[in-house]
């Protein structure tokens, strides 16, 4: 995400609400263990970067602006570097918020992994604000949780409100849990506090599916664990979803949602998506609708949801449970696409994707934030062809055009410092209509002249579009042979 908060002693700052390495109390058994992949944003000037750690009370635990093996921590202009804390003996074990400090506009993504418990997942960091929604939250539903963690980016204790909300619509809505629950928050200069609906304290939420809202005094950053915890270790069903929370920045009157499923099926398992749409307004109803489209290469396929949402409500689209308004129908199996919301006033959403066959029957999760405008020039910070353990860390790439013409672009690979393959190359003269969406996919050809990522590549690339193009692209790497998958939102380049 681009550095939106400038500290007194440092030009760029990234505020991140969880990393880990080691056991982290707050969350599940097993390993946990963060990595930061940083991209240079600009095209000629080399990044100088820092990433300070802080405890959850806001004490600075270490600075880190030296590669592990001692070197300067930069990235040349348009590459990445990673962070990857258990290379950093100094770093002790423990749970640690971050901000990572650049002289010039960088893209950052972490991904924390869990193989112990079978776990893993990307987020990208969200500019700071007052106002901050996270669409899915659980409490006892099909073995899922929510943790939420809430960093405060000022200087000074920032106090609040969580509140929890279940719409009518939800299947747990008649049962004898509460449908909003309000926590307090008071969170000491630049620390973290966390709400985890795992404990007691939100047992009076009986079974939940909703969301939540935080109003603080002063500027946070938001990251919400999804949880499904169906037993100690790594056995089927564990997955994780890790999401940023979203402000009133990404509300819109259009949101576009590149990467859906519905019981689609392969040699992968099948995937399924769930989308959730929070209505942010305090006073004007919602009516929404969301047009589906399938990818390009599937069976062609067009249809509509319409909602009506309250104010501060919210709303789910289940795939597989969703009867379209337009054709009166269910979705179909199959269905490999993207999908277009409008609403009469802003509106934010989330997408959540599960595949509990995938990985021989172990099962992954992953997730992204919906786009309320586009770019014409993206950043894509981590990308994998990457062997890893029993597995392969691949990742896929999908770009949507949220413009109102049609959008040519090009992507740009670039290695990262310590890839094994040193591929640089590129993809040109892709062409979306409004609204379409594509999808590049490392196992199979993605350069000019039929060109492939090899095996031993990881790196980074900046999608460029046409001049005055709105484009938006998420990444997708998954690993099946050590039953995780992560997912993460492309950084709009300014």
């Known amino acids: 995400m681009k550095s939106t908060k400038t500290l007194a002693s440092l030009l760029v700052a990234l505020a991140f609400a969880l990393i880990a390495t080691g056991t982290a109390s707050a969350l599940t058994g097993g390993s946990w263990i963060s990595g930061v992949k940083i991209q240079n944003l600009t095209s000629g000037e080399t990044a100088q970067l820092s990433v300070d750690l802080y405890d959850a009370l806001g004490n600075l635990k270490y600075s880190i602006n030296q590669t592990s093996s001692g070197q300067p921590l930069i990235a040349a202009a348009g590459k990445s570097v990673e962070v990857y804390l258990p290379n950093f003996s100094q770093v002790a074990a423990g749970q640690y918020s971050a901000i990572v400090n650049s002289n010039v506009n960088v893209g950052a993504v972490v991904t924390t992994t869990n193989y112990p418990y079978g776990m893993a997942d990307s987020y990208n960091t ?3 604000d007052t106002n ?22 000022t200087n000074s204790i920032v106090t609040g409100t969580v509140t929890f909300i279940e719409p009518p619509s939800s299947p747990y809505y008649s049962d004898p849990g509460v449908h909003e629950k309000t926590v307090s928050l008071n969170i000491p200069a630049y620390g973290v506090q966390s709400l985890d609906t795992a404990t007691s304290t939100y047992n009076d939420l009986g079974g ?5 809202t935080i109003q603080t005094s002063g500027a946070v950053v938001v990251m919400a664990n999804q949880t499904r915890l169906v037993g100690a270790g790594d056995v089927p069903g564990n997955v994780l979803i890790s999401a940023r929370g979203l402000s009133t920045g990404d509300a819109g009157t259009k949101v576009l949602l590149p990467s859906l499923y519905n019981n689609f099926s392969g040699v992968s398992g099948t995937w399924r998506s769930g989308i959730k749409i929070v ?12 047009e589906f489209r399938s990818d390009p290469g599937m069976p062609p396929f067009t249809g509509t949801k319409s909602l009506t949402i309250p104010a501060g409500g919210n709303a789910e689209i289940y795939l597989p449970a969703t009867t379209l308004t337009s054709p009166s129908a269910p979705m179909p199996n199959q269905f490999k696409g993207y999908a277009i919301i409008t609403s009469n006033i802003p509106v934010v959403a989330t997408v959540q994707h599960t595949n509990y066959e995938g990985a021989n029957g172990y099962g992954v999760a992953v997730g992204y934030a919906g786009f309320a405008r586009g770019s014409t ?31 040519t672009f090009k992507i740009t690979y670039s290695p990262d410092p310590d890839s094994i393959s040193n591929l640089s190359g590129t993809k040109t003269g892709v062409t979306l209509s409004p609204g379409q969406a594509i999808e590049f996919y490392f196992g199979s050809p993605v350069l000019d002249g ?20 709105e484009l938006v692209a998420t990444v997708i790497h998954t690993n099946y042979g050590r039953h995780v998958a992560t997912m993460y939102t492309g950084v709009p380049i300014p």
Request: charged share 5%.
């Open 126 to 128: 969200m500019s700071p």
């Open 450 to 469: 039929n060109g492939s990522i090899p095996s031993g590549w990881k790196g980074s690339a900046v999608i460029e579009g046409s001049s005055g193009s």
């Open 279 to 290: 209505n942010p307004s305090t006073s004007s109803t919602a009516n929404v609708i969301v």
């Open 208 to 212: 939940f599916i909703g969301s939540a």
């Open 132 to 153: 901050v929604f996270v669409p899915y939250v659980y409490h006892n539903h099909n073995y899922w949780s929510t943790e939420i963690f809430i960093q405060n980016t």
């Open 377 to 407: 020039k993206i950043s894509l910070p981590s990308l994998y062809n990457w062997p890893s353990g029993a597995g392969v860390w691949i990742s896929g790439i999908k770009v949507q055009n949220y413009g109102t013409s049609d959008a």
